[in-house]
């Protein structure tokens, strides 16, 4: 029986990294049946609304989707179709692992970076309720709950005792937020409590932005609300090569929709220009979540190959290759 995978290739370069993307996972051979659902800014300012039916059914009934990136008009517009998404499945909790690519030159090449990001996918500053209260003073409403906060702790505790993780730091701001953060902290405490094998710590954001900068061989695993954790998340892609490289996930109880940190960027679609390791590599969660691990390990195998060789990377990555090239090479080192 072939695994059913919803793939909404999204807009910007989101056509091009889902084409090579799923060449890629067609070649490790596995059987995948895609059903193609297409989701992109004209398409929503057209049915005026962000998330149509098509799309929702079909990731309800698959239950695992690989999502390219979809534009969100900034200050205005439509709300983001990507947050109502993991919304409306209840896409809980946001994984993105951040790793040292061997043969990746970087800035950060005498240090080893392996850290794995958890960023809560549904509330906080995300909530999208904005109003303006009298003219020119505005109000954003931060959502912080018990049970969501618990929810993403119980899951990245969950994922560190299984995958051999030592430490945990959550990351928060409750000097300041003192009741919402505070909450997030409390609930972090008690989950950690439940886990005396995880060493645990606590880190104001803005001192964790720095460490992260200065020694980010020391993190393991991040804790974060979700507008931290956005941030926090791109700053991370930063330290191993940028935001072609990061993969991720948004996995739910029983939906799982993978995708990179990274969005629509704009100003090199269509061009042949978009590195496709970030949605690659999440296409390897997606093997791991199916149950292929022979295949994730060789997807995971043939993208590092491509970059130890180093002779058909993309130019974010310092190379000259056009996308077609880049998973060209990756296939073959499958
Ligand atoms: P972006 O992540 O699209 O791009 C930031 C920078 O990184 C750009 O210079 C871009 O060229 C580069 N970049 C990103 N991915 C790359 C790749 N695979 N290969 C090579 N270079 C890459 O962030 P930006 O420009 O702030 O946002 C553009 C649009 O994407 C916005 O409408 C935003 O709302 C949306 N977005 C969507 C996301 C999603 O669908 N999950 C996530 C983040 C942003």
């Known amino acids: 029986m072939p695994h059913r995978v919803t793939i909404i290739p ?4 989101g056509p091009e990294v889902a084409e090579a993307a799923m060449r890629a996972v067609n ?4 059987d995948i049946q895609w059903e193609r659902k297409e989701l992109t800014a004209d398409i929503i300012i057209e049915a005026g609304k962000e998330l149509p039916a ?5 990731l309800n009934d698959t239950r695992v989707g690989l999502k390219g990136p979809i534009t969100t008009p900034v200050a ?9 998404l993991r919304k409306k499945l209840d896409l809980f909790a946001n994984v993105r692992p951040v790793r040292t690519v061997p043969g990746l030159k970087t800035r950060y090449n005498d240090v080893k970076i392996d850290m794995v990001i958890f960023r809560e996918n549904t509330e906080d500053l995300y909530s999208g309720l904005e109003h303006e209260i009298v003219t020119d003073v505005v109000e954003s409403l931060k959502i912080i709950t018990r049970y969501a906060s618990m929810r993403i702790a119980h899951y990245a505790f969950n994922y560190a005792v299984k995958h051999g993780r030592k430490k ?12 919402s953060d505070g909450l997030f902290l409390r609930c972090c405490r008690e989950v950690a409590a439940m886990h005396p094998q995880i060493t645990y710590q606590e880190l104001i954001v803005d001192n964790a932005s720095m460490q992260l900068v200065m020694r980010p061989e020391q993190f393991d695993v991040l804790l974060l609300p979700n507008l931290y954790g956005d941030i926090v998340s791109d700053l991370a892609a930063g330290l191993v090569g940028g935001l072609g ?3 991720g996930a948004n996995m739910g109880e029983n939906v799982a929709v993978f995708e990179a940190v990274h969005g629509s960027a704009p100003d090199i679609a269509g061009r042949g220009l978009a590195n496709p390791t970030a949605l690659m590599s999440s296409a390897a969660m997606m093997l791991r979540y199916l149950g292929e691990e022979d295949a994730a390990v060789r997807l995971t195998k043939g993208i590092e190959q491509t970059y130890i060789e180093g002779k058909h990377l993309t130019k974010d990555v310092g190379g000259s290759a056009h996308t077609d090239e880049f998973t060209d090479a990756v296939i073959r080192n499958l």
Not at 10 to 13: E, M, P, R, S, W
Not at 27 to 30: E, L, P, S
């Open 76 to 84: 205005g517009g439509f709300k983001s179709v990507n947050v109502a």
């Open 27 to 30: 070649a490790t051979g596995v």
């Open 168 to 179: 945990i730091a959550a990351v928060h701001k409750a000097n300041i937020m003192k009741l």
């Open 54 to 58: 098509h799309v929702l059914d079909s």
């Open 10 to 13: 999204g807009d910007g370069i």
């Open 245 to 247: 490289i990061v993969p």
